[in-house]
Structure formats: C-alpha cells, structure tokens
C-alpha cells in the first residue's frame, strides 16, 4: 500500500515474525531492518509482527528483501494472509501443531519430571541410597529436551554475533547441569548415600559434593510455565481484535434475478442486493432499498438502543436486524467496509510502540550482554573472596536467571492490545500508542457544535397555535406543503408533523417562492409557510402573541417560520438543530477529568450561547467562539495552542479535518465524515459525545497500565540483580522470580479487559 501526506511517499509492508523469545530479539530484528537504505520498521514482540515503511523512490526493496533480512538474523517471517474472519470456529488450542499447544505440552512433560527432582532435592528424608542418578535420569530430559528451544534459539543468535534472554537460560541452566555431571562422576556427588541439605542461603562448601539438577531442571520449568501463560494470555490481549473480526456474517441472501441466492459473504460486490431477515446479521455496509426495521449495532458500537431504519439509511455490516425484513443495496465490501476498517486501525494501534515502551526496548537491546559480563564478573568475585567454587558458581547462575528482560519488553505491547481491544468493543477506536500520551496532558477540549453536540439536523421542536387554533391541524396542512420540498427546514417540518399526526394529505399546485417560504394547496386551502414576509403579501397579519413567540424563539437562536391559510395567519413552527440528549453529561465528565469544554461554530453567537448554556459550558468569550469560517477553525486551535493550551478536537465534518489534524488530540465521530475520521488520532463509532469522555478515560487508564508495567520490570530487575550477585538468591527461585514478572506484566493489563 502506497501512502502519501506531509511526509515523503512510502510503500508500507506487515510482516509476521516467527522464531522470537525475548524483547532483545525484537530490538534485534528491528535494527537489521533499519539498516536497510530508505527503511523504518518498528517490531513488536508481543504482537509478533513487523510494521515496515519503504521510502518509495527505494524501488529494489521489496516483501522478498525483507523477508530475507528478517531470515539473516536468524528468525522467520512472512506476509500475513488476510481474512476477514477465521475459517473456522474451533478453539486456537484446538489445532495440534498450534505454538501454544506445543509449548503446554512440552511444560506438562517437565513439570511431571522435574517435581521428583525437586522434591529429592529439597527433602532431605526422601533421599534414599543413589536418589541422585535417579535425579539425574529424570532431569537430562527437561535440560535437554525441555530447555531445547532456548539452547537452539541462543545458538542461533551466537551464530550471528547476538545474545538474548535465551542466552542467558540456555547458559545458565547448562552450567547448573554439567557442574552437577562434574560432582557426580569426578566429585564426590556420586557415591552411595551422599545427601545434602537444601537451603535458600548459599553455604560455602567445596562444591564437588553438591549438585544443582534441581535448579537445572526447576529453572527450564519455571521458565517454561512462564512463557506458556505469557502466550496464553498473549493471544487473551488480542481476543478482543479476533472477536471484532468474527462478528461478520458467513453467508448472505443475495437477490438475483427476482430470487434468493446464498453465497458466502466476500462474495458479495457493490451494488448487490441482499435481503436480511430479523434475527439475521446484515452482511456488508449498505443502503436499505426496501422494508423498515431496527437495527441492533450493540455488539459493534456498544450502542444500546436499536436504531430504526428505512429506506434510504444506511445500515453497517455485522449488526443484527432486530426487526422486519430488509433489502439492502451494498455500498462497501472486504477490506471497504466499517468492520474490516476497525480491525485495520485497531491492528496498526497495537502494533505501536509508546516513547517509554522505545526506552525499554534500548535497554533490553544492551541489558543481555551487561548481564553476561555482570555474572562472569560476579563468578570471579567470589572466587577471589575465597567463597569456593559452589557460591561463585550459584551467584553467576542466578545473575543470568533472574535478569530477564522480558517483562521490559511485554509492558506496553499487552496493556495496548488489551485497551485498544476493550476500546473497540466500546466503539472506541486508538490509531497508536501516542494517543494514549497526547490524552494525559490536554487541558482543553474544543467542540464542534453541529453534528458533535447537537444532532446536525434540523428538528420540528414546537408548534405554536393562534387563539382559536389546533395545534395539530397547523402542522398537518404545513407538513403537507413542506413534503413536496428538498429543503432542510421544509423536511423537518414534514418529518415532524408525519410523527404527530399520521399520514399527510396530498399538497397540489405546489410552488417555491424564493427567499420567502412554499405556498400551495391542500384539501382545499390556500396554505403559506414560510417568512413572515410572504404572508403579509397575502394580507395575512400575525397577531402580537404569534409575533412575541416567533420573536423569542429566534432570540434563542432557533428557526421560526410562520402558517397561514384562507386568508388568516394560524400559527408559527419552530425548527431547530437539536441538542443530543447525552451531551449535557458529556460535557459535566469532560470538566470532571480536568478539561475545559470550548464551543466553536459558524452559527451567530446568540445560538452558540445558547447551545452552551444548555449543555453547561460556561458562557464567556473565552469558551464559546462563534461565527467562525470552516478554514478559520484551525486557526482557533492554533491560538489555544499559542496560549500554552494542550487541546484536544471533536468534530464530525470535512471542515474540521484540518483543525483535528492540528489539534494535540484529535477525536472524530464514527458518524461523520471519512476525511475526519482519517485526520483524528481518535475515532468514536457512536455519535454519542459521552463516548469522547470514555476514550479519554480509557486512553489515560491503558497508559497508567503501561506506566505501571514498567515500573513494575524495571523495579523486580533493580531489586533481585544485587540480591543474586550478593549471593542470596537460589537459581530455581531465580527462575520462579523471572517467570512471575512476565507473568505479573501480562495479568496487569488484562485487567483493563474490565473498564467500563
């Protein structure tokens, strides 16, 4: 795919890396990409996948160089296939030959060898005449068999001049094994009723009498476990990204010919038709050409309260029509559609890399080889001290145990899979890591008024009768008039009086009277809508109480047209751009998070005082701008901006495209335009604003989780290196230690599975 903007134009590839352990891998992978001419890649660990961008004068660099370069280093890569759904609707564990499977059976069969071990080991009284050849028999397979991946990934990497996390456990739990082959067959270790105590405390002793095949094989089980649940809960985080993939439909109604055809769904082109039933989920994004329903998007956009639909709306692919029969002409198919657009921008958003995540990543690409040293230099100091050869040996040991880096290298990856998943699930939807970074420091929050804080279409909101009058009379005779015209005012007026009282009667000798109004006839009468200028053309005067509410009512800013017929003015309409029912508590949340809610419109400032005021923005010059010209907006967000403000954009339309690119935060409405949404950092599927309020939120809880992820890495791996070089720590509880950390990682950002 060839993009292009402000940046110069490039040829953007995925790649799906195999082989990779460790964060020191990833970092490693990226840096061979890197050094490719006009290349900038980004890999993600967690993710396992690479996100590559090509300059596009660069033209001897394609998928295949890529993939080679990915190979030289010593891993496995290539292109993703792209499906809309899985083929099927087993489980992942299902399939045998499936990663996660292979590695729970691998774990299964060392943890059932290496608890006798560990427990000869640990219980003196269970040590019976040679228990340690039986120890022996039974922990040679977990070293060599168990512990296999890591010894063929750290020779892999030494091949190639690296070292990794692999390194480290295949280095470490080789050295605890061939010190106890030594002690067996050339120490004392082997002789008839040897036994020896187990003690967390390093002891000095000769070393020749004890053996370490309880922490050689206890480590590769750890360690094993470890890497097991952090894939488990791996593909746990991305659940939420197959979940929005597996809730399209599989097969669809097609109607071909006057009959019902039913194909699977990525067979469907645009302009098909296709008929969807009640209970049936509506295959593709469309437009209803026949029928009328409600629709229920709550599994896409977590909207609550089924939408009604008729001819002419449109419908999106994967919500479920809860109501009659429908026809629907498809607009969107593949990769097109709403749905597939989500899953794009929630996969890129995960494949991101927050600027902390970028500094742990450089540190874990350096950690492996420091710590390499750190154990040679621990192993010489405590020779030198005179502490014998099994102390030095179990301190080295346990330095290169416990100093993983890949709780480091799990912190952001997990908590963005997981809170950029729950986002979508919510109809939230985070194009990257550094969203989540703009969401903590804005102050400010500028609001688009049309479309954003109110609905963006014009309402009948009251009719208003002359003495005498009935209310629903005036707005059948006026609703009948107003059908026949194309004009915004006109359709709400017909819109709403339809919904208050029924079926319209037929309006005849219908005319447009430019700049004034409609007149026609209908059942009989002369009717006039329109200014109060066409009806005193017609001698048709209001009286002062029609004219006091017509006036009141454009002071607040509202639209007011008055009826007349036979002669007589009857009575006024009044139509205006209706408030959201949701955005008053939209706007109480922005100001409960810190923020400062800023009205700007193109409407006069009488109706955007108005507007603000009903929602609880305060009215000031500084909170609510008016009258402003679409490319003046961003000019406003440049201001704030110059005024030392962080702010952040909601809007819906191609005219605020450039002022939410502008913006430190940008958030769009789902229910507006494509060119918005592309130019937001946020997306918000629902038109609802409370949305925005929970984006942020969420934003600003999947950082604290990163934050905290970190923090938690970093600290274990200050606390427990001092401890292991010092002497204090067994390589087996070094290797539960290192286990839990990653462990410890993965499940804190599961947590914001929960957010609501």
């Given at each position: 795919?060839?993009?292009?903007?402000?940046?110069?134009?490039?040829?953007?590839?995925?790649?799906?890396?195999?082989?990779?352990?460790?964060?020191?891998?990833?970092?490693?992978?990226?840096?061979?990409?890197?050094?490719?001419?006009?290349?900038?890649?980004?890999?993600?660990?967690?993710?396992?996948?690479?996100?590559?961008?090509?300059?596009?004068?660069?033209?001897?660099?394609?998928?295949?160089?890529?993939?080679?370069?990915?190979?030289?280093?010593?891993?496995?890569?290539?292109?993703?296939?792209?499906?809309?759904?899985?083929?099927?609707?087993?489980?992942?564990?299902?399939?045998?030959?499936?990663?996660?499977?292979?590695?729970?059976?691998?774990?299964?069969?060392?943890?059932?060898?290496?608890?006798?071990?560990?427990?000869?080991?640990?219980?003196?009284?269970?040590?019976?005449?040679?228990?340690?050849?039986?120890?022996?028999?039974?922990?040679?397979?977990?070293?060599?068999?168990?512990?296999?991946?890591?010894?063929?990934?750290?020779?892999?990497?030494?091949?190639?001049?690296?070292?990794?996390?692999?390194?480290?456990?295949?280095?470490?739990?080789?050295?605890?094994?061939?010190?106890?082959?030594?002690?067996?067959?050339?120490?004392?270790?082997?002789?008839?009723?040897?036994?020896?105590?187990?003690?967390?405390?390093?002891?000095?002793?000769?070393?020749?009498?004890?053996?370490?095949?309880?922490?050689?094989?206890?480590?590769?089980?750890f360690i094993l476990a470890g890497r097991y649940f952090e894939a488990r809960s791996k593909r746990r985080a991305g659940a939420a990204l197959t979940a929005l993939l597996e809730l399209g439909a599989k097969e669809v109604a097609v109607l071909r010919d006057g009959s019902e055809t039913r194909i699977p769904t990525d067979q469907l082109a645009v302009g098909d038709l296709f008929v969807?039933?009640?209970?049936?989920?509506?295959?593709?994004?469309?437009?209803?050409?026949?029928?009328?329903?409600?629709?229920?998007?709550?599994?896409?956009?977590?909207?609550?309260?089924?939408?009604?639909?008729?001819?002419?709306?449109?419908?999106?692919?994967?919500?479920?029509?809860?109501?009659?029969?429908?026809?629907?002409?498809?607009?969107?198919?593949?990769?097109?559609?709403?749905?597939?657009?989500?899953?794009?921008?929630?996969?890129?958003?995960?494949?991101?890399?927050?600027?902390?995540?970028?500094?742990?990543?450089?540190?874990?690409?350096?950690?492996?080889?420091?710590?390499?040293?750190?154990?040679?230099?621990?192993?010489?100091?405590?020779?030198?001290?005179?502490?014998?050869?099994?102390?030095?040996?179990?301190?080295?040991?346990?330095?290169?145990?416990?100093?993983?880096?890949?709780?480091?290298?799990?912190?952001?990856?997990?908590?963005?899979?997981?809170?950029?998943?729950?986002?979508?699930?919510?109809?939230?939807?985070?194009?990257?890591?550094?969203?989540?970074?703009?969401?903590?420091?804005?102050?400010?929050?500028?609001?688009?008024?049309?479309?954003?804080?109110?609905?963006?279409?014009?309402?009948?909101?009251?009719?208003?009768?002359?003495?005498?009058?009935?209310?629903?009379?005036?707005?059948?005779?006026?609703?009948?008039?107003?059908?026949?015209?194309?004009?915004?005012?006109a359709r709400a007026i017909a819109s709403g009086a339809e919904a208050r009282v029924g079926t319209l009667p037929a309006a005849e000798d219908f005319a447009n009277v430019p700049g004034l109004g409609v007149q026609g006839i209908v059942e009989g009468h002369a009717v006039l809508v329109g200014r109060v200028r066409l009806l005193e053309e017609w001698s048709q005067y209001l009286p002062?109480?029609?004219?006091?509410?017509?006036?009141?009512?454009?002071?607040?800013?509202?639209?007011?047209?008055?009826?007349?017929?036979?002669?007589?003015?009857?009575?006024?309409?009044?139509?205006?751009?209706?408030?959201?029912?949701?955005?008053?508590?939209?706007?109480?949340?922005?100001?409960?998070?810190?923020?400062?809610?800023?009205?700007?419109?193109?409407?006069?400032?009488?109706?955007?005082?108005?507007?603000?005021?009903?929602?609880?923005?305060?009215?000031?010059?500084?909170?609510?701008?008016?009258?402003?010209?679409?490319?003046?907006?961003?000019?406003?967000?440049?201001?704030?901006?110059?005024?030392?403000?962080?702010?952040?954009?909601?809007?819906?339309?191609?005219?605020?495209?450039?002022?939410?690119?502008?913006?430190?935060?940008?958030?769009?409405?789902?229910?507006?335009?494509?060119?918005?949404?592309?130019?937001?950092?946020?997306?918000?599927?629902?038109?609802?604003?409370?949305?925005?309020?929970?984006?942020?939120?969420?934003?600003?809880?999947?950082?604290?989780?990163?934050?905290?992820?970190?923090?938690?890495?970093?600290?274990?791996?200050?606390?427990?290196?001092?401890?292991?070089?010092?002497?204090?720590?067994?390589?087996?509880?070094?290797?539960?230690?290192?286990?839990?950390?990653?462990?410890?990682?993965?499940?804190?950002?599961?947590?914001?599975?929960?957010?609501?």
């Amino acid at each position: 795919m060839t993009v292009s903007g402000t940046s110069a134009p490039t040829t953007d590839f995925e790649l799906e890396i195999n082989g990779m352990t460790c964060a020191s891998c990833a970092n490693r992978i990226e840096r061979k990409l890197n050094k490719l001419d006009g290349v900038a890649a980004t890999v993600n660990y967690a993710t396992e996948k690479a996100k590559i961008s090509v300059a596009a004068d660069t033209t001897d660099i394609d998928a295949g160089v890529l993939i080679a370069t990915v190979e030289s280093a010593g891993y496995g890569a290539k292109e993703p296939r792209r499906e809309t759904a899985p083929s099927s609707g087993s489980a992942p564990d299902a399939d045998p030959t499936d990663p996660v499977t292979l590695l729970r059976r691998r774990l299964l069969i060392s943890a059932l060898l290496t608890v006798p071990v560990v427990l000869l080991a640990m219980v003196p009284a269970l040590q019976f005449e040679s228990w340690q050849w039986l120890s022996l028999t039974l922990a040679a397979p977990v070293v060599v068999w168990g512990a296999a991946p890591f010894h063929r990934a750290a020779w892999t990497n030494a091949r190639h001049g690296a070292a990794t996390m692999d390194t480290l456990v295949s280095i470490g739990t080789l050295a605890a094994f061939g010190w106890s082959l030594y002690a067996l067959f050339l120490g004392t270790a082997g002789e008839p009723g040897m036994t020896h105590a187990f003690s967390f405390a390093i002891e000095r002793t000769d070393g020749l009498g004890n053996i370490y095949l309880e922490a050689a094989a206890g480590v590769t089980t750890f360690i094993l476990a470890g890497r097991y649940f952090e894939a488990r809960s791996k593909r746990r985080a991305g659940a939420a990204l197959t979940a929005l993939l597996e809730l399209g439909a599989k097969e669809v109604a097609v109607l071909r010919d006057g009959s019902e055809t039913r194909i699977p769904t990525d067979q469907l082109a645009v302009g098909d038709l296709f008929v969807v039933r009640p209970g049936e989920k509506v295959a593709t994004d469309g437009i209803v050409e026949d029928g009328s329903s409600a629709i229920d998007a709550a599994m896409l956009t977590g909207e609550s309260v089924p939408v009604e639909v008729a001819p002419g709306d449109g419908v999106t692919g994967a919500t479920v029509n809860a109501g009659g029969r429908i026809v629907v002409r498809a607009t969107r198919v593949g990769a097109d559609t709403q749905l597939a657009q989500m899953a794009r921008l929630v996969e890129e958003a995960q494949t991101g890399k927050a600027a902390a995540q970028r500094l742990a990543d450089r540190i874990s690409g350096i950690f492996v080889p420091i710590v390499l040293v750190l154990s040679a230099i621990t192993l010489g100091f405590w020779l030198g001290a005179g502490a014998g050869a099994a102390t030095a040996f179990t301190a080295a040991v346990a330095v290169l145990i416990i100093a993983c880096p890949c709780a480091l290298g799990l912190a952001t990856p997990t908590a963005l899979m997981v809170g950029t998943g729950r986002g979508a699930q919510l109809g939230i939807l985070i194009k990257g890591p550094e969203v989540l970074e703009s969401t903590r420091r804005i102050d400010t929050i500028v609001l688009d008024k049309t479309g954003t804080v109110t609905s963006g279409t014009m309402t009948l909101t009251d009719v208003i009768a002359a003495p005498g009058e009935d209310v629903d009379e005036i707005a059948r005779l006026a609703g009948a008039l107003e059908y026949a015209s194309e004009h915004p005012i006109a359709r709400a007026i017909a819109s709403g009086a339809e919904a208050r009282v029924g079926t319209l009667p037929a309006a005849e000798d219908f005319a447009n009277v430019p700049g004034l109004g409609v007149q026609g006839i209908v059942e009989g009468h002369a009717v006039l809508v329109g200014r109060v200028r066409l009806l005193e053309e017609w001698s048709q005067y209001l009286p002062e109480d029609l004219a006091s509410a017509m006036a009141a009512a454009e002071s607040e800013g509202r639209t007011a047209v008055a009826v007349g017929w036979d002669g007589q003015a009857r009575g006024v309409l009044v139509v205006n751009d209706v408030i959201k029912p949701t955005s008053a508590a939209a706007i109480a949340e922005f100001q409960r998070l810190g923020l400062t809610p800023v009205l700007l419109t193109g409407d006069n400032e009488t109706v955007a005082r108005s507007v603000a005021a009903e929602v609880g923005i305060p009215v000031s010059a500084d909170t609510v701008i008016a009258e402003v010209l679409p490319e003046d907006k961003v000019a406003v967000v440049r201001r704030l901006q110059d005024e030392g403000r962080v702010v952040a954009m909601v809007g819906d339309g191609v005219n605020d495209a450039p002022a939410l690119a502008q913006a430190d935060l940008g958030l769009s409405m789902g229910t507006g335009t494509d060119v918005a949404i592309q130019a937001s950092d946020l997306t918000l599927v629902r038109g609802d604003l409370r949305v925005a309020a929970d984006a942020i939120r969420l934003s600003r809880r999947t950082l604290a989780t990163i934050k905290g992820n970190l923090f938690w890495a970093f600290a274990y791996n200050v606390a427990a290196i001092p401890l292991a070089v010092a002497g204090l720590l067994n390589p087996m509880l070094a290797g539960a230690a290192m286990a839990f950390s990653s462990v410890f990682v993965v499940s804190n950002s599961l947590r914001l599975r929960r957010f609501r």
